[in-house]
């Protein structure tokens, strides 16, 4: 087994793991924390296929900045451990069976398109000078409107934020 | 088994580079403490540590010793796994971020291998950087909650608001300085700033930059939570902040994680702004090559002058001694040119990693901290809107020379 496969099996049994454990998990914090995991260790897949840069900005947004709000708010709202109520009925029944069906379906398209995949060389996925061609050159008007729609959002938190003040 | 050894050469390499670096890591560390302290008690009017060896020397041993023996506690009600994870995730990062920093331009040829100084040289160097300081706010705003006390809760909800708050500024003050070198690369950017070399100083990034270098510097500063922006420790308020329930090592992971990522933060502004390991002297002054024979010398003979004087039997044979090994190897740098040669870059960049420590210190020494509301007024109306504008100079800057 090559170095690289090995590395993949890793990150993938992390990531894995880490959802796992983001369900299971009945502290918010703690939930909080295994999602961290994933988020980086999907960084680390990134890295794998050569695309520094994704995996950096992965890490500086999702496991930097998103998350620490995320654990900023459960720690403002000082939630505590939460009680297992019993699952819905319908999870109970078509839940497990559904599992399987998503599972074989995927396993059914992955293991059909194996061919049809090319491989990918290390350090040609996204490099950083392609990436920024492609958001400031080619789709630069629906990068600009994405921002514009994502500044709206802060405005409107903010305005529902200070209601009370106007 | 030399087949293995030579097969995995670069490897092994690395791993005695990591252990090296780790263990002039920790030692400049301690003596950080001594020399914080030192000046500090200057500033004020006081000695400082005096005590253990002399001027205070051994003092950063007796505290090891002592953080290392001491009782360590587990206050009831914590959250255990997060408790214990919050100073090791703290320390693991300080001392990660420094293995992406490059200590000198040329590597040395040990058994046919070119070993550059530093650990790896990423082409996502700063970028990597950023992701590492994103993550390290975990180790406080973690450390503050699972200690389950309401001060340590509260310095760690500042701590996650100032770090949120400041990391903007901090990334966007950079922007100007990778505009210039087009490259994310530590490396890279020194060597964008040795264009010139006739000009020396006038070449480096900080007269550009003086905007960038203003805001990262302030923002740094914010990110390592040291004074005036300690909010989160602030023990007039807060008793010691998020660390307040920690004892013994764990403490002092906090401790070590903190002085750490001060030598990074010092390390970022020397490559950055300061031309790294460039000498701020036109390349054709060869003389200058002399300068840290001509610095080490005397102050080796004033350490010595010094010691023979001292009061404890101890100290006039230790100081003496020092000053012997400090002189000695600055009249070893003038008997060899080559390694005279080979020392210019990594010492430039040393000094200038002094200078910001100093700095630091200085600061800790004479500015009262901030007030919360102050605090965050000043990051997001003052740090960002000044940043984004130094982008959006140096950026048209660009544009017209190059259009040019």
Known sequence: ?166 | MSDFLAEHADILISLVKIALLLFIVLTVNAYLTWFERKVVAHIQSRWGPHRVGPHGLLQPLADGAKFLLKEDPTPAGVDKFTYFLAPLMALALALTSIAIIPFGPDPIRILGHDIYLGIVDLNIGILALFAITALSVYGVALAGWSSNSKYPLLGGLRSSAQMVSYELALTMSVVGVLLMAGSFSLRDIITAQARHPELGILGWNIFPQILGFLCFFIAAVAETNRVPFDLPEAESELVAGFHTEYASFKFAMFFIAEYTSMITVSCLCSIMFFGGWLSPFPASWTFTHYLPSVILIPFGLWVIWDGIRYETIFGRILLPGLGMVIAVLGALLIAFPAVNEFIQGPFWLLSKIFVFLFVYVWMRGTLPRFRYDQLMSFGWKLLLPVSLANVVFTASAILLWRSR
């Open chain 1, 1 to 166: 087994m090559s170095a690289p496969l090995m590395v993949f099996f890793v990150l993938a049994a992390m990531a894995i793991l880490g959802a796992f454990s983001l369900i299971i998990q009945r502290h918010p914090i703690h939930s909080a924390l295994s999602l961290i995991v994933v988020m980086i260790a999907l960084a680390g897949l990134y890295l794998l296929m050569g695309a520094e840069f994704v995996a950096a900005v992965q890490i500086i947004v999702y496991g930097g900045a998103i998350m620490v709000l995320f654990v900023f708010v459960i720690m403002l709202l000082n939630a505590g451990v939460e009680e297992r109520t019993n699952f819905s009925k319908l999870a109970s029944f078509a839940g497990l069976p559904l599992t399987i069906a998503l599972m074989g379906f995927l396993a059914a398209a992955v293991a059909r398109s194996a061919d049809r995949v090319q491989t990918y060389q290390t350090g040609t996925v996204a490099p950083t000078k392609a990436l920024a061609n492609l958001l400031f050159q080619d789709f630069v008007y629906p990068f600009e409107l994405t921002s514009f729609l994502i500044l709206i959002a802060i405005l409107g938190a903010i305005v529902l934020a200070q209601r009370e003040k106007i």
